[in-house]
Nanobody, 122 residues
Framework: VQLQASGGGSVQAGDSLRLSCAASGRTFRSDAVAWFRQAPGKEREFVAA????????NYADSVKGRFTLSGDNARNIVYLQMNSLKPEDTAVYYCAAAETLRLCPDVEFEYWGQGTQVTVSS
């Protein structure tokens, strides 16, 4: 199983980006898929999670109302739409998947993508 994260870039505060997480090697259905991020010198933090085929979602308080998860089931891709970006959103973003129905930050995610850099300047 491989997860491929993409879509990062350098933007100005207030701009938007859409990250993609594409899975290959298996088809995820109701399994959990999540985004985490890690800024320089900081611990990795949970951003958002949903079931691969839709339904329930869970967002960190810091991104609620600005970030939205969506998916393309046919292509086995999950998107993280990030609007109203702030400099504090600057980090490497990782997607992860787990064979679980739980969407909590403490889930042990078995599969990880390679990360995509998001840089937001003020």
């Amino acid at each position: 199983v491989q997860l491929q994260a993409s879509g990062g870039g350098s933007v100005q505060a207030g701009d938007s980006l859409r990250l993609s997480c594409a899975a290959s090697g298996r088809t995820f259905r109701s399994d959990a898929v999540a985004w985490f991020r890690q800024a320089p010198g900081k611990e990795r933090e949970f951003v958002a999670a949903r079931r691969w085929n839709g339904g329930d979602t869970n967002y960190a308080d810091s991104v609620k109302g600005r970030f939205t998860l969506s998916g393309d089931n046919a292509r086995n891709i999950v998107y993280l739409q990030m609007n109203s970006l702030k400099p504090e959103d600057t980090a490497v973003y990782y997607c992860a998947a787990a064979e679980t129905l739980r969407l909590c930050p403490d889930v042990e995610f078995e599969y990880w993508g390679q990360g995509t850099q998001v840089t937001v300047s003020s």
